[in-house]
């Protein structure tokens, strides 16, 4: 599975930015897609996930600020940050969960800024 991400950016806080990722070949029936992030010194973490059923799952601190949706035939997952603070600045990666047996794949990653 090869992911490929965009979207990332330089962003006022209070702004917004919109992040893609597309998955291609080897393309699992039961999966999950999301984002994970990772800022400077710290440990990558979840950001948000759904599965290609439609459950989701989010961070507590993007919680009614991001939306993640995914379009499951084209696979590709969607990550929507309104209402961006400073401390969401980190390099965002696409993820890629094959359900079941539990393999991931990763995207390449984004920089994600956010200037107060």
């Known amino acids: 599975v090869q992911l490929q991400a965009s979207g990332g950016g330089l962003v006022q806080s209070g702004g917004s930015l919109r992040l893609s990722c597309a998955a291609s ?43 993640i949706s995914r379009d499951n035939n084209k696979n590709t997952v969607y990550l929507q940050m309104d209402s961006l603070k400073p401390e969401d600045t980190a390099v965002y990666y696409c993820n890629y969960h094959r359900m079941i047996v539990g393999s991931d794949y990763w995207g390449q990653g984004t920089l994600v800024t956010v200037s107060s």
């Open 25 to 67: 070949g080897n393309i699992f029936s039961v999966n999950a897609m999301g984002w994970f992030r990772q800022a400077p010194g710290k440990q990558r973490e979840l950001v948000a996930a759904m599965t290609n059923g439609g459950s989701t799952n989010y961070a507590d601190s993007v919680k009614g600020r991001f939306t």
